[in-house]
């Protein structure tokens, strides 16, 4: 039987863990981790989820960074209700990973202008897209997408990088032998953890 990992019984090693998870998940299009959900709640107090690709997730900070179109509607969420919450399972590791927190909108700053220089070229075509995502058309195909030269300067004025500062986390551990579930809660510098029965 494989040993039960070091973070089993170790609420500091399980935080580390999710954090370096997370970490991978930004790094690595092959991690599952990589392409959370992320819920928010629209203007009707109905909660939303699709997913989003993870862009950077930062220890330090206890913040995470994806990228949408400021037209979408999860933009506009975002900015009505300054919340979000993300989610992953991991199959192969076995750990679901919960974030909430409070989330913020990088349209014209700095944060924004180095999301983008980091973005892929094919990444930046979609920001371009005519009419707005979520736009009701006649047919499938009635929408365009700017050539890859076009879409760097189409496609700045529509996108944003979003900000999530964590302020509660959860992490789950399915084991035979025992699961394991750990919450943790900003709490000034640092995080409160605690053990949560799975
Ligand atoms: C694998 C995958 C990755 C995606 N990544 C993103 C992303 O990083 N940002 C984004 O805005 N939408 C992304 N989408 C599309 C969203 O899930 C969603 O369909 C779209 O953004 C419209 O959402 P909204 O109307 O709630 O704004 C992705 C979809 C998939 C399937």
């Known amino acids: 039987m494989t040993p ?3 973070f089993h019984d170790d609420l500091d090693a399980s935080l580390a863990e999710l954090w370096r998870l997370l970490g991978e ?3 690595k299009a092959g991690s599952g981790f990589h392409t959370p959900a992320l819920a928010t709640v629209d203007a009707e107090r109905r909660p939303q989820v699709r997913t989003v690709v993870l862009r950077a997730a930062d220890r330090e900070t206890g913040t995470l960074r994806f990228h949408c179109d400021r037209r979408s509607r999860k933009a506009d969420e975002i900015a009505a209700t300054g919340l979000a919450a993300l989610h992953a ?5 076995k750990i ?3 974030v909430s927190g409070q989330a913020r909108l990088h349209t014209d700053d700095a944060l924004a202008d180095a999301a983008w220089a980091g973005s892929m070229a094919m990444s930046r075509v979609c920001y371009g897209t005519v009419p707005a995502p979520g736009a009701r058309i006649a047919a499938g195909d009635a929408y365009t997408l700017p050539e890859a030269e ?3 300067a189409l496609g700045r004025a529509n996108f944003c990088a979003v900000q999530v500062r964590a302020e509660a986390l959860e992490f789950l551990y399915l084991d035979r032998r025992g699961h394991r579930r750990a919450g943790f809660f900003r709490d000034g510098a640092g995080w409160d953890g605690r053990w949560l029965v799975p």
């Open 96 to 98: 679901q990973i919960r």
């Open 25 to 27: 998940g930004a790094r």
């Open 150 to 152: 076009e879409a760097v």
């Open 4 to 6: 039960l990992p070091a």
């Open 89 to 93: 399972y991991d199959r192969d590791t």
